[in-house]
């Protein structure tokens, strides 16, 4: 198996290339576990931080001059015709997310490599209990980064995808935190009220997740509400996001990319 250098991922300390040895299956049944028990687990300081270092100045630039603003109001299951509720019920209530978005062809080069490594498939595949994972053959969805400047943010919903595998690349000075409610609601039990106290700001059992630059963090989205609150100050949140599927070749529509990054492949 091809590995990425040493030098773009701490391989010492998290043995992606060597899953079989004693070490690798440590780290595997540590995730697991951390799955089953949160809903999600992290690898901190995956991503080496001189790595970090080398690419933000360029993605800074590309952010913040070339990224897709995409800015849109939705409710909690980004559906707005949920059988058997009426529009103004209170688990439907609308809010606002923002970010900017760049696209797959637009990234540095070691998150490509990172992204598209045989080690990181067999890694969450593994993990997540899968034959394997592939990439995504889409040159703008396969992978992007999001940015969050002041007031902005990605507000509460449910993800549609079984998981999503995310890298920190910056995180604010204050705010931009990653807040999440585990297990809100399950396919027997859709909790109505439970979501309509959340998006009151009633929910006691809301949990926040800091993350450091370099993180990897996979966090299973599909029954448990999250949301990334705005940052304050100067500086935005910049984070990674990888997406794999259980068959390979995987496109998106043209009318997806063109509403996630206001264009379309060629």
Known sequence: MKTVPNTLL????????????VAGCHLVQQC?????????????????????????????HRIERESFTHEREHNIYFDDNIEGL?????????VKTINHTLCGDQLAEPLRQVYRWSGLTAFLA?????AALYPMDDP??????????EGEGL???FDRSEFTTTLLLQAPRQGGEFEYRH?????LD??????????RGEDSGVETLRLGAGDLNVFKGRNTAHRVTSPVGDRARLVTVFSYYETPGRMFSDEENLGFYGRTVG
């Open 10 to 21: 701490d391989l010492d300390r998290y043995p992606l290339h060597e899953l079989d040895s």
């Open 126 to 130: 593994r993990v997540m209990g899968k």
């Open 183 to 187: 297990q809100l609601r399950s396919e």
């Open 155 to 157: 507000n509460w919903h």
């Open 140 to 149: 703008l969805a396969c992978a992007n980064v999001l940015g969050y400047f």
């Open 32 to 60: 697991v576990d951390d799955l089953q028990r949160k809903g999600m687990f992290t690898l901190q300081g995956f991503l080496r931080s001189e790595v970090i270092d080398d690419m933000l100045p360029e993605l800074l």
């Open 86 to 94: 009426p529009r103004d019920h209170p688990a439907l209530k609308r």
């Open 190 to 199: 859709p909790n109505l009220d439970g979501i309509a106290r959340l998006l």
